[in-house]
């Protein structure tokens, strides 16, 4: 124990944990899932006015299994959705999901029966990121909130299993005024008190 | 294809050449979490919920915004305005916006009759749950 004590003097000790966090974190090899106009904006992040380079996360792989952030950007149809479903559990663990978009994350504008409303129904993501598109600043918050996940040591939401119903959002907030569709739940939220 | 051609050296000086030029040229790269980018004019970011003069919101739940929205992601109930506002009959109880499905398209704004909702240059912040972009009408209010 003598000798422990006195190595401790010396030797510091850390986590070999925290140094992987580190690597992982500024070097994330983001795979772009471009189907709309947001990939038009991912692209301009990526150029070198906003450049990724900056937080490593600069090299785009089109192959599922050689990168580790999945950024969703456009438009998921129905048909897609098993596509996105392949390349994402193509992916080598541990992987975080970026929904960038309004259509990606909710589904925006298009509440029509083609269009997935949120791909957080099928694939676990970890950030949000809304707009229509995204300012590239947007997109740079997002990456720096998957930088800050990985940081802090929060388990990405691939390792938390499949959704709980009740996290995803299953109210799809309309108007009242909007023709009622069966598919959507429709309850309104309830009265707040003292308002 | 000639040997001057096969071995490339020219194509290579030439691309070179390229990138020693813009190595003294101007940076356009902006530090952006560091530095702010200058937001352009009529920038729209997130909603607003403007107040009056005696502090009340001027919104009176005419839903106007949320029938000309074109992802439909304002949910307003209405309630009727305590007796001594005498000039509405009616105001909102509940005025959510759900920032994940509004596209910024700044349709509500136009369609408002009393200037009620305004977007705002301000950037939408990222979130890691559906539920934070939900902004209520405190946190429109306040916005
Ligand atoms: S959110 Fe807007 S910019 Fe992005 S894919 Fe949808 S429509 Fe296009
Ligand atoms: S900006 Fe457009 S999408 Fe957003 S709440 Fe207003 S009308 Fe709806
Ligand atoms: S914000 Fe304006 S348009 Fe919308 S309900 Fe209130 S008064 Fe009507």
Redesign the interface.
Known sequence: MAFVEELNEFVYTTRIGRLVDWARKNSLWPMPFGTACCAIEFMATAA????LA?FGAEVLRFSPRQSDLLIVAGRVSIKMMPVLIRIYEQMPEPKWVISMG?CA?????F?TYTLVQ?I?QFIPV???????PP????L???I??VQR?IETGESPASALGPLRAE???TEN??????PLDPRVPHA??P??PG? | MGLWRRIYLPAILKGLSITLRHVFRRK??????EVL?PVPRGSRGTHRLNKDELGRERCVAC?LC??V?????????A?EAPAEWPDRDKRP??F?I????????GYCEEACPCDAIELTPK?????????E??WT?ERLLSN
Do not use: H
């Open positions: 070198s006015k906003y450049d900056r309004a994350s909710s589904g925006g504008v509440d949120g957080d970890d950030v949000y990121v809304p707009g229509c300012r590239p600043e947007n740079i918050d997002g720096i909130r996940r996290q995803r959002c907030r309309r108007s009242p005024w909007a309104l939220p009265a707040t308002l | 356009v790269t902006l530090e952006y979490p980018p839903f949320a029938t929205c074109p992802s439909r992601c304002i949910t307003i109930v309630e109880r509940v959510d759900d920032m994940l499905r509004c596209i910024f398209c950037f939408y912040p990222v979130g890691t749950r559906r539920e972009f939900v009408k």
